[in-house]
């Protein structure tokens, strides 16, 4: 191949576009950064660097002192704040007006947010106003260094499988990321960068929709056992009622549903309502415990659909070791409140 | 009060299956079905008809066999529907899409809300909404748990958001995405389902009648490849004292990300 005319291909496309930087928009979850911004901030600061650039911050809610330090300690350069009190709480109209702004103002080459209920409301709505595309529930985001464009990998079908994509022409190159996705940075709190504040015009904004009323937590009615997305089930090998108690707990704890194999059931332990397995309630959760459960065919072929299985059982040649992603053999009346404890440590 | 819902028609998920270790995506049944948060939107619409007489309409963008979505729509009790295809729309992307369903919306005309579910079951990405809503600037309220009432210029509803909800007023004409646990949608009546193969009518638009050129239905994005999830592997066990499995098997979930 002709290096000289490749450098000159290379050349060329960073010459050309006006392009620059990978910004990040900025949430808070209660007082603090949310965790998926340090996430978002770490993948930025490595995007930039690849492409040689800045990365900056978007920050339209209320920022303190220490959050906006907290963003520059975790990768970025440059901090974008305002004190304007229209812009505290979000507000879909207001903020892509604003966001739309900057954007084309600022021209980044990608925008980066967090797959989270505001960003879901915001980044179609602020592509579409960009006339750009948007990659939503990103769980991997690289650079082609030739063709100088982002390279999103996102699942379809629930995650069965993953598509990657680009967008060759409109910019900026928008993407969602998905909280968990990637790790946050190791902070540095010595790092140094700019705080600049905005100027905001949202005088011209219709305001067309209002929240009248926020309720922060839900008492929810119990989520029903075929939409739980985590499930602890207990089997005969529980023993008695008392020790099945230590299967609500561990649910509990885990903030997931409580289900029974046939032996519970049978047992009394639980209601029929609650089995799982073939015949039983259908279920496809994240994770699903399976505590004394030996895994006869008719229960195991009911939780195929589990993303992880985990199984406790002091038979280390029981069935159920042959369908668990990971599995303790153990004593249950040992595990579980082990296990209890460690995740109480944790949570 | 004039409804829209825009519908999309998708391959049926549950006739797909991945094989990881090969690779390999097999379509097991090959079947066609509304994706299912679109009949969310469509419940919500239809409980507005009952409730306080309003006229339903359903959209879609597709090929020709989207004309059963249609159909199944109708049997539910929409009281139109408009199919929008050609061959130009084939390589449509999401800012096609919207592009083709505003423009069909727009000629329909004098609505009052737009219904659409939050997102699809094949891609999942949950742009259609707030897109169309830009595109057409009305005010839009997403992930829509109860629609409280709708009418004299006005849409009131509560939204999943976060750990609880808000109450959320906006002026109508506006668009709302609904969510997957905001209704049971209604199964279509036998006589429904008859009438709408024998007696009703779907209207057909193609580009020109939409009044679009190539040069607006270009994709802005490229599809590079597809890859799997890792092979699952089962049976890793894990043995010792209670307290230093408890806590191997919790750091391997957080590692995991499964907590």
């Keep these: 191949m002709d290096l000289d005319f490749l450098e000159s291909m290379v050349g060329e496309a960073v010459e050309e576009s006006p392009y620059r930087d990978t910004w990040v928009v900025v949430e808070k979850e209660g007082e603090a950064l949310a965790l998926v911004v340090l996430e978002m901030l770490g993948k930025a600061r490595q995007l930039s660097d690849s492409l040689g650039v800045y990365v900056k911050a978007v920050f339209l809610g209320e920022s303190t002192e220490k959050l906006r330090q907290e963003i520059i300690s975790n990768g970025a350069n440059v901090v974008y704040v305002t004190d304007d009190p229209r812009l505290s709480e979000y507000s879909t109209e207001i903020y892509s007006k604003v966001l739309g702004d900057l954007i084309e103002e600022g021209k980044p080459e990608i925008v980066l947010l967090g797959a989270t209920s505001m960003g879901r409301d915001l980044a179609p709505r602020l592509a579409q106003r960009l006339g750009t595309a948007l990659f939503t529930n990103c769980l991997s985001l690289e650079i082609d260094e030739m063709q100088r464009q982002l390279l999103a990998t996102y699942p379809l079908y629930g995650g069965e499988y993953f598509q990657t994509s680009v967008c060759p022409e409109a910019r900026p190159q928008m993407a969602t990321v998905l909280p968990g996705a990637f790790r946050p940075p190791l902070a540095d709190p010595g790092r140094t960068g700019e705080v600049e504040t905005i100027a905001v015009d949202v005088d011209d904004v219709e305001v067309r929709s209002k929240v009248l009323k926020v309720v922060s937590e839900e008492t929810c009615p119990e989520v029903p056992l075929g939409k739980a997305k985590i499930v602890v089930s207990g089997g005969r090998g529980m023993g008695d009622a008392e020790s099945f108690a230590l299967v609500e707990e561990l649910a509990e704890v885990l903030d997931g549903q409580v289900g029974g194999s046939r032996g519970a059931v049978d047992e009394g332990w639980i209601g029929e309502e609650k089995r799982v397995g073939l015949g039983g309630t259908q279920i496809a959760p994240d994770l699903y415990v399976a505590c004394g459960i030996s895994g006869a065919i008719q229960h195991y072929a009911g939780i195929l659909d589990s993303k992880f299985v985990v199984a406790v059982n002091k038979d280390p040649n029981a069935t159920i070791f042959q369908v668990a992603d990971v599995g303790i053999v153990g004593d249950v009346h040992e595990v579980l409140p082990a296990l209890i404890k460690e995740l109480k440590k944790t949570v | ?259």
């Design chain 2, 1 to 259: 009060m004039r409804i829209i819902v825009p519908i999309k028609q998708i391959l049926d998920p549950s006739g797909m299956t991945v094989n990881r270790r090969a690779e390999r995506i097999f379509i097991n049944r090959e079947e066609y079905i509304i994706n299912p948060n679109d009949k969310n939107a469509l419940e919500e619409a239809l409980k507005l008809k009952d409730g306080q007489g309003a006229e339903v309409v359903a959209v879609t963008m597709g090929p020709e066999r989207a004309d059963d979505a249609l159909r199944e729509a109708m049997a539910m009790g929409a009281d139109s529907a408009f199919l929008l295809t050609d061959e130009a729309f084939e390589k449509a992307d999401i800012s096609v899409a919207v592009t083709v369903l505003g423009k069909a919306i727009q000629k329909i005309g004098d609505y009052d809300l737009i219904l659409a579910g939050c997102q699809a079951a094949d891609t999942g990405a949950g742009q259609l909404g707030p897109r169309l809503a830009e595109y057409l600037g009305l005010p839009q309220i997403t992930e829509v748990r109860e629609l409280v009432a709708a009418g004299d210029d006005k849409v009131r509803a509560r939204r999943n958001q976060g750990q609880g909800y808000a109450k959320v007023e906006a002026s109508l004409p506006a668009l709302l995405t609904i969510a997957q646990d905001a209704n049971e949608p209604r199964y279509p009546t036998g006589a429904g389902i008859i009438n709408a193969y024998r007696k009703w009518e779907v209207t057909v638009w193609g580009a020109s009648d939409l009044g679009l050129e190539a040069e607006d239905l270009k994709p802005l994005t490229e599809e590079k490849r597809i890859s799997f999830p890792p092979e699952r592997e089962f049976g890793t066990k894990i043995t010792g004292a209670p307290e230093e499995t408890a806590r191997e098997l919790v750091q391997y979930l957080k590692a995991g990300r499964i907590i």
